[in-house]
């Protein structure tokens, strides 16, 4: 008797464990395939599928030391509103504008960060949406006249 009872619980503990671990991992998955998907539509032909860009025109998000830096609030203005400074990326200088995207909810801005960020030889934490929610508040602030 007693060791059908333990071993019930023993099983809904199971059962429980693995239907939040799927639930869990499919979670935290689920933002790196978004983030491919809005990568692949609105920044591979600029960026290449492999991050590297192209030399002198479209910066390289591979191996970028901004991209995988703690300047999170500068990448999510530069997805947000595009960027043509031609100032020294990692030495290098791109002649191209980046185009602006101001279409983008908040959640894809972290999933398109998260997914370069953590993609090719890139090794940096995601980019969660109360990260880019408190860019926002900075970025609006820094941008106020
Ligand atoms: C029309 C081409 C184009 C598209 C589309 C584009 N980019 Fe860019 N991106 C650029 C160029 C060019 C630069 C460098 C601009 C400069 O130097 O002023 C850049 C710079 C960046 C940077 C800063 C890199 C660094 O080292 O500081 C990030 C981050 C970035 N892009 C992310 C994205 C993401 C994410 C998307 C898709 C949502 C995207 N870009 C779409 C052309 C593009």
Known sequence: ?????????????????????IFF?????????????????????????DGGGVPN????LDASTNV??????????IVKNG?????ALDGMYYSNAMTANPDFTDQQIADVLS?????WSNKASKVTLAQVQA????????TKK
């Open 1 to 21: 008797m007693e060791m059908n009872n333990n071993s019930s619980t023993w099983g809904r503990f199971l059962f429980l464990s693995i239907v939040f671990s």
């Open 25 to 49: 991992v499919d979670g935290q998955s689920q933002n790196l395939v978004n983030g491919k998907k809005i990568f692949e539509t609105r920044c591979l032909v600029c960026h290449q599928a």
């Open 57 to 60: 025109m479209n910066a390289p």
């Open 68 to 77: 995988v830096g703690k300047d999170i609030a500068r990448l999510v203005y």
């Open 83 to 87: 960027l043509n400074e031609r100032v």
């Open 115 to 119: 997914y370069v960020r953590t993609s």
């Open 135 to 142: 860019a926002n508040s900075k970025n609006k602030i820094k």
